[in-house]
């Protein structure tokens, strides 16, 4: 089942990412190949393990273009094969992952039928907590006088 999101539209301003977020998720959960995992590393550090069996590195695209992770597969069979029984799917997909703000791709490696894509979030110093020294009344300040004309 889908939800129509129309009627949160018309009466929110600003949350258009939101609700592209959750079309998103609500478009992904239906789509279950190709299977993947992700996981937490540590406080800033994520990985996505995306079960590829049969694929190789020129047969998947990875790009990351304003917050959104796509993941391509092209699967070109060159010849005719026969299968009496064929269960490792080796078909076309397209998989989409929203980054939150500040996370990166670090890398990608193709391992046991497993891409294995690094991720890092890279918080800008400008946006961390610092600590500000606060003074006290008899912290001296340095204060210039403006001389004054007796009335």
Not at 65 to 78: A, C, I, P, T
Not at 103 to 118: D, H, P, Q, S
């Amino acid at each position: 089942m889908r939800y129509d999101w129309t009627p949160l539209w018309r009466s929110t301003i600003g949350f258009d990412r939101l609700f592209d977020v959750l079309d998103e998720v609500q478009r992904t959960a239906e789509e279950s190949y190709p299977p993947y995992n992700i996981e937490r590393l540590d406080e800033n550090r994520f990985q996505i393990s995306v079960a590829l069996a049969g694929f190789t590195p020129d047969e998947v695209a990875l790009t990351v273009e304003q917050n959104v992770l796509s993941l391509e597969g092209r699967k070109s069979e060159k010849e005719e094969k026969t299968f009496l029984h064929r269960g490792i799917s080796a078909r076309n997909f397209k998989r989409q992952f929203t980054l939150a703000d500040h996370v990166e791709v670090r890398g990608a490696r193709l391992e046991n039928g497993l891409l294995i894509i690094e991720l890092q979030r890279e918080v800008p110093e400008a946006m961390k907590p610092r600590q500000i020294a606060i003074g006290t009344a008899t912290t001296p300040r340095s204060v210039s006088q403006i001389g004054a004309k007796a009335a």
